[in-house]
């Protein structure tokens, strides 16, 4: 009787574990997932179990670590109990009946009201948004707030680093949180940090991967915000990271390539929300509690002093909420829109949820412009956002194609030429669910006007994309879209 060898063994032991692997991967696998995102896990699983499974250990769950929950559930419940106190009612005449229900449904899920009296203004310059950050903190008396995904010292933000410089010395408090990863990839980060210390302002990282000191979760939870503010009175957002527009990548160099950003200033009560999700993030890195001064500071003035004519809620979303609320507001203005819809982003992936509002809405009629960039910097994202081209067209969609060498980093939607939605977050599975993101949803007088204004300007250096040049694409192009597709499921 032949008997097994060492290698047969091991073959055999291969073969048990592969059919372990398969059968747990089924049991686990689906639980709690979309259906897409199932069969994506899957699908890797059973053509390369053992690297697919590894996979799954790193990436095939967005939450976070007990601790950071824990945190972000208590900074939750003292928004969610100060709310009615924030509410600032002036009116919402002339919006649409709809749009109450939005609000609710942003507030019940991230737990901020809508608030009236606001100034906006939109900075579609990177250097005059510089420019006017810098002239803000430079009247700063008590604190300045900033946060952002990526944090760089170059010739372009030198003169907002020297502006946290001059705040510190007048005895201003200046806290600074950056993502731990996007900022210490970044060109040149040792000069930065050194820049930051020479501040004098507290600084710490976001989302850290320290695994020695216990702090790790799944590497790609990004903290992809952008807030700053100053004194709880004046707030910015946008999609702009504190970078040169080339991003100090050599590729863009060389190319002549620079994103094109935008960012919107706040004067009003809606500035105390965005402090309040600053507070909240600086709690849970650094256990600081600094969220009951951003509640109230503010709101020592006389109500009736708010005068501005803008009306925004502050939509913050990511792994530490229990719902994708950046994306069910999105959908909700999607169903709700009559007759067009401006979308800006530079990284459309939508889920089978949106594609079907985006059915609906283009069947009823509805006009809807998609702005997108020609080139991208992230090869995986571009190919499986052009795998949904071709089906976008047949819908009904207009696809505009900014073109390069610049790259279009821009993120918000216009329903109506009325209501609007702008910040950090893309048309995209990672937005809606690994990246800590903020959004914020505007009605009033100027945002959509004048967002509807800088998406004529985009279209003006844009090319139509049609249904007969798509077509045309190569095959390697194609195969690359499609597997690029699937690999935008997991999540």
Known sequence: ????????????GLMALDVVIRVIALLVVPRNRTPASGTAWLLTISFLPFVGILLFLVIGTNHLPRERRLKQELAA?????????????????????WFTEVI???????????VG???????????????????????????????????????????????????????VKVRVLIDFWASRRTAGFRRTRRELEATGADWTYMLPLEPLRGRFQRPDLRNHRKIVTIDGEIGYTGSLNLIHPSYHKRKAIRRGMHWVDLMARFDGPAVAELDAVFATDWFIECGEEVLEETLTERFARDVHELRGPVHCQIVASGPGYANESNLKMFLALLYHARTSVQIVSPYFVPNEAMLYALTNITARGVRVDLYVSEIADQFLVQHAQSSYYEQLLRMGVHIWRYRAPNLLHTKYVVVDQLVSALGSSNMDMRSFTLN????????GEGPADALERIAKDYRANSTQLTMEEWRQRSVPQTIADNLCRLTSSLQ
């Open 1 to 12: 009787m032949a008997t097994l060898g060492v290698s047969g063994w091991v073959l055999l």
């Open 436 to 443: 800590m993101e903020v959004t914020v949803l505007l009605y």
């Open 77 to 97: 419940r003292r928004i969610g109990g100060r709310s009615p106190s924030l509410h600032v009612e002036t009116g919402l005449v002339g919006a649409p009946d």
């Open 104 to 114: 609710e449904l942003n507030q019940r899920l991230s737990g901020m009201p809508l």
């Open 117 to 171: 009296g606001n100034h906006v203004h939109i900075h579609e310059d990177a250097a005059e948004a510089f420019a006017r950050m810098v002239d803000d903190i430079d009247r700063a008396r008590h604190r300045v707030h900033v946060q952002f995904y990526i944090l760089a010292y170059d010739e372009t933000t030198a003169p907002l680093f020297a502006a946290l410089q001059r705040a510190v010395a007048r005895g």
